[in-house]
């Protein structure tokens, strides 16, 4: 199946969509292995024509979706994809398969940022003795990248708090109520972007494991993203935490809406 019914090869395209069904360490509600694949089919509704990017999407960009990749392969599937100066788009899956891609990616970005958009701090060190974590992401991206912004995050440990005063990274945490200039502002010159759709509120999004009340809505999402996109090399993003929900596809239509919508952020610049 191809993200948004396009028919590019792997060689023709600029964007390739990598699906990553991996579910290994989801602690409540389960079903993020059937995350991209319900994002993939919600794209094949979507109308080709944006109504604020003003476009249809596959005039512009040329999308290649791969087959689905196991979580022992992604740095080295990711590494292909930047080597041949194609744009790597993840579908989680859990939010761990951003720890591998950004590890890739930093190969190439030496000044690489990491925005993340999420409920969770995700910065323990291990979690339920597991130091490869959906909990634990954040902080094992550190150990590749210092310069992280975390945007949406309302809730996080003790042990996470305790980190954050440790590393004095405490104005780099934003809740619901930020200033994207000033997110901006903390982000180098290239910007890998990591969203967990827990970020938004679960009135808007529902069908993830571990919903926290009062996220971030459509309007705030999408107007960081683009005045990141318009002043930062975004070099890739992943959407991760679709967990569907049968019978309610609201949340698969958000989150390809966002991918779709994101390529566009990222490919007009």
Known sequence: MQFLRSKYTF???????LPIPYEATVCYIPGTAKGPKAIIDASIQLEDFDVELGYEINDKVKIHTTNETKFDDVEKRVSEIIKKNKFPVILGGEHTVTVPTVKAIAEKYGDLSVLQIDAHADLRDEFEGKKYSHACVMRRVREITKKTVQVGIRSMSKEENDYIEKENIEEYIHGTDFDADKIIEQLSENVYITIDLDGFDPSKVPAVGTPQPG???WKEVTELLRKVAGKKNIVGF???ELAPIEGQVASD???AKLVYRMIGYCKSR
């Open 238 to 240: 992943d959407v991760v």
């Open 253 to 255: 239509f958000l989150a």
């Open 215 to 217: 996220g971030l809505h």
């Open 11 to 17: 060689d023709e395209s600029d964007v390739v969509i």
